[in-house]
Each structure stands twice: as C-alpha cells, then as structure tokens.
C-alpha cells in the first residue's frame, strides 16, 4: 500500500478497494517501525489521524470525496495546527498547541486529507541540513549517516521512505527543493503569493512559501491545487483564480524552450551532479524541447544578499518571541529585561541566534544603507535578471544543490560553507518565481536533484514539465534500500 | 567588517537576547565570517537601482473596515506563560 502514488490511492479510496482507515492506520504502522531511524516526525497524531479517516470514509460513501479525502499526509511542524502542538523545531514552541489553524491546514482538512503528524525541521526554518532542530537531526534514508537537507527535512525523509504519500514544506531559500533533491522526491515551492502564509510561523516574510513534497509531480500537482488560492488573512496573498494543474500534466514539451544559465554551470558543482543534470537535459531533447544557453549575470551576489535581507527580516519576525504571551519562558526572571533576555537566550538555539544578531546588526542605525537597503537593490538586479531570461525561455534548468546529502556534522560548524548548499535554490526566491526539484539520477546511490524555474504564476506548466519527464524516466519511483 | 566581542555583547542587547559570555568569541567569528561573505554586495554599483522590498512589487491591499475576527481572549491566553484576570502578568515593572 506504501508504494502506492497518490492518484492510485485516491482511486483505490473512490473503488471502495480500501478505507481511508486501513490506510492511516498502515501509514501509522510504518512510521511507528520505521521513524526510529529517521526522526522524520516531531508529533504523530494518530488518534486524530484515525478520527479524520473515519469522518473521510463516511464522506467517500455518500458520494461527496474530493481527490484528497482520505489521503494520509504529513505536515510540516511550521503550520499551526489547533490543538496540537506546532514547535517549529524549536524549544522556543515546545510547550505551543497552536491555537487556531493555519490557512493551508484549513483548506487541507476541508478536503478530507487525513494528517498523520508533524514533520521535524530547521529551528524557525533556519538551516539547509535539519541539523538545527531542537529534536535532533533527521536522517536521509538513502544513507542514515547523511543529511536529509532542510529545512523541511522531515517531510523530504517521511515522502522518500514511503511514510506518507505527500507532505507539506516551506520554501525561504530552497527549504523545500533542497531536501527534495538530496532525498529523492519532488518539492515545488509556489510563486510568493499563491500559497496563503496564515498560520506559517514567519521566518522571512517576503521569502517564504509554502509548497508540496510527492513523489512525482502529477502527485504535486493534487496536492498543490488544494493549497494554493487566495487568502485575505495573508496580506500578500495574490487575488488569481488557481490554475487546474492537474489538467494541465499531459501537454507536449515540443519546442519549449529550456535556458540554461551559465553560471549555474560552472565551478563549485560535483562532476557526478553535473553529468545527471547534463543526461537529464538530453532527456528533455528527447521529449521535443530546446536547449539554449542563456546568462544570470547577478547569480553570484544571491546568497550575499539572502544573508542580509533573511535575517533582516528573522530578527522582526522573531521579536515576537518574548516569554510573556506564548512559547517557553525562563524560571524566575528578576525583572522585564531579564525575563526577555532570558527567554530568548535559552528557547532559540545557536543559528536562530546567530541569524537575529546578524539581521539585528544590519538593521541597526547607522548600517541600514549599507546592508538592507543593498540587499534589496541587489535583489531587484536578480530579479531583472530573470525577467530578461523569460523574454527568451519558457523554464531555466540546473542542478538544485551543488552535491549529493553530505554527512552529518560535516557543515555544522561552518555557516557560511552549509548557506552555499542553497546556491542554486536562493535566486528563486528573492524573485519570488516559483521553482521545482525533480529526482533526476544519482551519484553513488544517492540521489540528484534537477531544478526547474518558471516565470510568474507558472506551477501548471512546471508540473506538466515534471511529469512529461517522469513519463520516460523512473529516478522518482526508485526507493531506499530497507524501505521497501 | 569584523565585529569584535564587544560589538557582538552590544547587538545582542538590542535583540535582547541573552548569550553565554563564553560563546561570545565564537559568535564574533561565525558574524564577521558572515559579513566578510555579504560583503560581495560591494562589488556591483547599484547607486541608480531602487530598492525591491516585494517580489511582485505588489502594495499593500485594503480591505472594507469592518470587524471580522471574534474575542477569543480566552483562548489565545491558555497557551500564554502566566495570565491573571485576562491580563498577562511579567514581572513589576514600577515600584
């Protein structure tokens, strides 16, 4: 059953075949075995995933089932979740039972999908290797002394061990296509604005977004049209009907016409990356499509201005976090400040910290010309960058991370070498384009991961451009060894 | 820039954020090895780009002013450290 996509469980659920019951419980079941090795999930709910599958059940069998009713999955921990506690990885939240839903957690019950529990993570969504949560790293189960990447690294594990059909993520620098390339499974982080950010614990505001993990993107492509649309509890949700992905997966790629940047292309990429993602452009050759080089001339200063304007944004966001209204808050404060002080300095962890001092730092008097405001004009050259790019391709192609999951403890003491894990991945967002990972081969059995960009408002044909390649390869359908 | 230990000791006041004096050399590193790398905003000239603040250079939209959300004062505080009477307590303020 663990095996199955999503679109057969779904048929499966509508067939009568199985209930969504029998399914959350077999999904329950193998986490239960299973999770030990990977520390994918923070909280399993399973009497509220049972509950959820029965009301599921009741609603196939009077004929009102959506193409997510029933379906099992797993929610990353930065969603709140009434009623269940919602951490965001962090010691901060340990004790936080959200109280009220997040807009993408409304919307996923409203559709009768069943939530299994929530996934571990980055603290605040602040890391590229799942190394900085307050429960302990996760493991990548293509080899469990390498990291699943991050932040969403829970939810990358839980898809590509066959846990759960699908999941949630969120995607401020590449928190949802990193871990989908070094776990093997497909991440799609919408454009900024098509997925509602009620209810997301704020990381940086004019970044973050949350997207899908599957297995495949015709997998995506369901759980993405459940999400997406307008909220008008997100200030910067955007007011466009949703596209129907799912119709949209079977189109031809001939003549679409593929950029390459250069400098996507260049030193700093591990050789055995670069030939998958070379034998994956040929694929696309194959499949009608055309391949022209094109140039991203401000690629390199993506990650220097990501590093002022996220955590510019962190220190604001994390104010909030004071120990008076929710969250941990230190034994026996003295006073006001100390109780501040104290709260903050022993609830967030050292890169939490680290990103508030630097965001603080930048933002203070004196230094805001010099670090956010470049920030933004450097972000404003990225983004005409690719505005110009789109004049002349319809997707840009590269790889999603510069290498394969690399091992535990191998970047943890080096903040900048782990942000350049994020390379590829950042530009995307600072545009606010929405971009795709797709699993496309391996590198001594561990797995590759092809990045697709898309114009604005542009998730329908980047699904189609996924999943017309999953039709002629089958890199998504490999799964790790002793998960089968 | 480098920041030495007294600058960092510095930011993190105004975070209020309390750190381990004997991790403050460590953060002084990893911050000026964070800003030697930002420092790469330097090399372009950007003195005639304006500053992008939303990627889709959206503003800000309004909404009719109507009340929309319900009092769920209780609720909101059961997730709160410490509240008497509706009211969240921190430690006295004014003597």
Known sequence: MHLRSLVELATDLQAGTCSSEELTRACLARIERLDERLNAFITVTGEQALAAARAADARIRAGQAGPLTGIPFAHKDIFCTRGVKTSCGSRMLDNFPAPYDATVTHKLREAGAVMVGKTNMDEFAMGSSNETSFYGPVKNPWDETRVPGGSSGGSAAAVAARLVPVSTGTDTGGSIRQPAALCGVTGLKPTYGRVSRYGMIAFASSLDQGGPFARSARDAALLLAAMAGFDGRDSTSVQRPVEDYPAMLEAPLQGLKIGLPREYFSTGLDAGVGAAIEAALQEYSRLGAQLVEITLPNTHLAVPAYYVVAPAECSSNLSRFDGVRFGYRAANPKDLADLYTRSRGEGFGPEVKRRILIGTYALSAGYYDAYYLKAQQVRRLIREDFLRAFELVDVIMGPTAPTTAFRLGEKADDPVSMYLSDIYTIAANLAGLPAMSLPAGFVDGLPVGLHVIGDYFTEGRLLNVGHRYQQVTDWHTRCPQGYE | ?95
């Open chain 2, 1 to 95: 820039m480098a920041l030495d230990t007294a600058a960092v000791a510095k930011i993190a006041c105004l975070a209020r954020l309390g750190i381990d004096p004997q991790d403050v050399p460590d953060y002084a590193h990893s911050l000026s090895a964070i800003l030697a790398f930002v420092e790469q905003l330097d090399t372009v000239d950007t003195s005639a780009v304006k500053p992008l603040a939303h990627p889709l250079e959206a503003t800000q939209r309004l909404r009719p002013d109507v009340v929309t959300e319900t009092d769920e004062r209780d609720e909101f505080q059961s997730v709160a450290p410490q509240t008497e009477d509706g009211l969240y307590l921190v430690p006295q303020v004014i003597e």
